[in-house]
C-alpha cells in the first residue's frame, strides 16, 4: 500500500522568505506525483504534477518540485513566497500504471497549512 | 471548459438519515472518483467510477456506495448516517489517457 508524510504540519514565513515542503512517499513502483494547494474557502486546484521526464518539473505561481526517486521525496520549493501563497498544501501519489486497486486513487499526505505574513 | 459540479454545497442531516450526493465531471472527463476530507483523517479515497463501472474502492463500509450514469455523472450515497460521516465530500474527474485529478468545490455534510 502507498502512504505519504508530509514533515511539516504549519509553516510559518515572511513574505519573500523562501520555501520548501517536504514530502515523501513509500511505494516500490513507479508513481505519479502531485502537488495540490487549497485556498481559505476555495477547492483543491492542482499546482504541478510529475509523471516522467525531467525530475524537476515547474508549475503554476512559480512553484517548482523536484522528484528525487532515491529518496522517494518530492519537496515542493518556491523561491519568494506572497502573502497570496497562503493556503493548505497537499502532497499526492498515485500508482502509475498499476491497473487494479491504482485506478483513480490518489494517497494524499496530512497537508501543510502555510501562513505568510505581510 | 466548466470544472467539476458538486450539488449541493451544504447538507444538515441527523444520524439514521441517508443522503446522495451529486458530481458532474468536466466534459469529456469519464473517470470520477470521490473523497472524504476530515481534519483528523485528511483526504480519503473512496471509489472510482468509470464508464458506469466502479474499478476502485477505499476501505469505507458498505453504507458508502456509488454509481455512475452514461454522461458520466456520479452520486455516491451514504445510508444509516452516523456523527463521524460529517466531512467534507470530494469529487475528482480526470481526462481520458491521463492519472491527473481536477476537484469540485465539494459538499459538506454535517451529521447531528
Known amino acids: 500500500a502507498q502512504s505519504v508524510s508530509q514533515h511539516n504540519h504549519h509553516v510559518i514565513l515572511s513574505e519573500a522568505a523562501s520555501l520548501e515542503l517536504g514530502c515523501n512517499y513509500s511505494?516500490?513502483?513507479?508513481?505519479?506525483l502531485f502537488w495540490y494547494v487549497q485556498y481559505p474557502g476555495q477547492h483543491l486546484q492542482l499546482l504541478l504534477k510529475y509523471f516522467s521526464g525531467d525530475p524537476l518539473v515547474k508549475g503554476i505561481k512559480g512553484f517548482e518540485a523536484e522528484f528525487i526517486k532515491s529518496k522517494f521525496s518530492f519537496n515542493l520549493r518556491k523561491p519568494s513566497v506572497q502573502w497570496s501563497d497562503t493556503a493548505e498544501y497537499f502532497c499526492a501519489v498515485n500508482a502509475a500504471g498499476a491497473g487494479g486497486t491504482s485506478y483513480g486513487k490518489l494517497t494524499f499526505g496530512q497537508g501543510t497549512i502555510l501562513t505568510v505574513h505581510p | 471548459k466548466a470544472g467539476v459540479t458538486q450539488t449541493p454545497r451544504y447538507l444538515i442531516k441527523t444520524r439514521g438519515q441517508q443522503v446522495t450526493l451529486s458530481c458532474s465531471p468536466i466534459s469529456g472527463h469519464r473517470s470520477v472518483s470521490w473523497y472524504q476530507q476530515t481534519p483528523g483523517q485528511g483526504l480519503q479515497f473512496l471509489f472510482e467510477?468509470?464508464?458506469?463501472?466502479?474499478?476502485n474502492k477505499g476501505n469505507f463500509p458498505g453504507r458508502f456506495s456509488g454509481r455512475q450514469f452514461s454522461n458520466s455523472r456520479s452520486e455516491m450515497n451514504v445510508s444509516t448516517l452516523e456523527l463521524g460521516d460529517s466531512a467534507l465530500y470530494l469529487c475528482a474527474s480526470s481526462p481520458p489517457g491521463t492519472d491527473t485529478q481536477y476537484f469540485g468545490p465539494g459538499t459538506r455534510l454535517t451529521v447531528l
Open positions: 467510477y468509470f464508464s458506469e463501472t466502479q474499478r
Open positions: 511505494y516500490g513502483g513507479t508513481v505519479n
